[in-house]
């Protein structure tokens, strides 16, 4: 696995691109914080899309997955520090790790759901 940072300054473009290459894929999303550890936050739910919203200074990254009101989630990452994407031996994206200033950490897996199940099963 290769993981690559993606400069600040192309966080806008890169979500773009990202967001579109992955539109409607199942996502699974994940916070881990020292204080409650590793949360899911989205199980298996399209990706509707990634966005930074850069205002001077201040910095929001949303997550939103989902289609319908019943099943929409935006997750949000207030002021991230770093932004980096894991990509397989084939070059393909496996996740995106955005850590924020408060010191947690998003996780957003491209596998398939079942890889997550077997995940869930080895921990």
């Given at each position: 696995?290769?993981?690559?940072?993606?400069?600040?300054?192309?966080?806008?473009?890169?979500?773009?691109?990202?967001?579109?290459?992955?539109?409607?894929?199942?996502?699974?999303?994940?916070?881990?914080?020292?204080?409650?550890?590793?949360?899911?936050?989205?199980?298996?739910?399209?990706?509707?899309?990634?966005?930074?919203?850069?205002?001077?200074?201040?910095?929001?990254?949303?997550?939103?997955?989902?289609?319908?009101?019943?099943?929409?989630?935006?997750?949000?990452?207030?002021?991230?520090?770093?932004?980096?994407?894991?990509r397989g031996p084939l070059g393909d994206d496996e996740?995106?790790?955005?850590?924020?200033?408060?010191?947690?950490?998003?996780?957003?897996?491209?596998?398939?759901?079942?890889a997550w199940a077997e995940r869930e099963v080895n921990?």
């Open positions: 696995m290769r993981t690559l940072e993606i400069p600040r300054l192309e966080w806008t473009s890169f979500f773009d691109s990202l967001s579109r290459m992955h539109a409607d894929e199942p996502i699974r999303v994940e916070v881990l914080r020292q204080d409650i550890g590793a949360q899911v936050e989205v199980m298996a739910l399209p990706l509707d899309g990634i966005a930074a919203d850069l205002r001077g200074s201040e910095c929001v990254i949303t997550i939103a997955a989902g289609t319908s009101p019943t099943e929409h989630i935006a997750h949000l990452i207030a002021d991230p520090q770093h932004v980096r994407i894991l996740a995106l790790e955005i850590e924020a200033g408060d010191e947690s950490t998003t996780l957003v897996y491209f596998d398939s759901p079942g921990h």
